[in-house]
């Protein structure tokens, strides 16, 4: 009887200590984007700057500042941090912000007035260095996912995690349009 007992406590620690090492992972994902949303939170505050001086020189991309205007808007709206499709379509909208800003800093170099104002130089360099900020939150977050990932999957954290309600999260994926090589030309027509 004290044997089966003790069995018993033994898979209850268990149970609790793998339960527990599952929340420390979700969070740790949650963690991971916070950090992503906070770099595109400084991306978001910053665009509004670098359109209000392009407009001033590129009446010809007029379109493309209209886009980014509106993805900016989409990608600052919330999401539910508890649903994996909302995250992921969160993550598909800032990739894209980050396509077209990558346009609009091509389009830049069509401009030599626009190219040597310093305060768009400024704001270039600012937004360099925010993306190599958001580029390193992406890598922390798909690590802190693949971590939970991999716990949620195997048993016998499978099981726990559907008690739990800990599910899959998705991958940060850069979308095919940013994966393909960029022509400049395309651009500065």
């Keep these: ?70 993805l900016r808007t989409q990608v600052t709206a919330g999401y539910d941090l508890n649903d994996a499709a909302a995250i992921k379509e969160h993550l598909g909208l800032a990739e894209q912000l980050n396509s077209k800003m990558g346009q609009l800093m091509v389009s830049v170099e069509n401009y030599p007035e626009l190219k040597s104002d310093k305060t768009m130089v400024q704001a270039m360099a600012t937004y360099s260095e925010v993306e190599e900020h958001i580029s390193a939150a992406r890598r922390f977050y798909n690590a802190a996912v693949s971590e939970l990932n991999t716990a949620v999957e195997i048993f016998p954290g499978s099981i726990i995690a559907s008690m739990a309600k800990v599910k899959v999260m998705p991958f940060y994926e850069a979308d095919e349009a940013s994966k393909a090589p960029i022509d400049a030309s395309d651009y500065l027509k």
């Design 1 to 70: 009887m004290e044997g089966l007992l003790l069995g018993l406590g033994l898979v209850v620690i268990i149970t609790y200590l793998w339960y527990v090492s599952l929340i420390k992972k979700r969070n740790a994902v949650r963690e991971a984007l916070s950090g992503i949303d906070v770099q595109l939170k400084k991306r978001a505050n910053l665009v509004p700057n670098m359109l209000k001086i392009a407009q001033k020189f590129m009446d010809h991309e007029k379109s493309l500042l209209t886009e980014i205007t509106a």
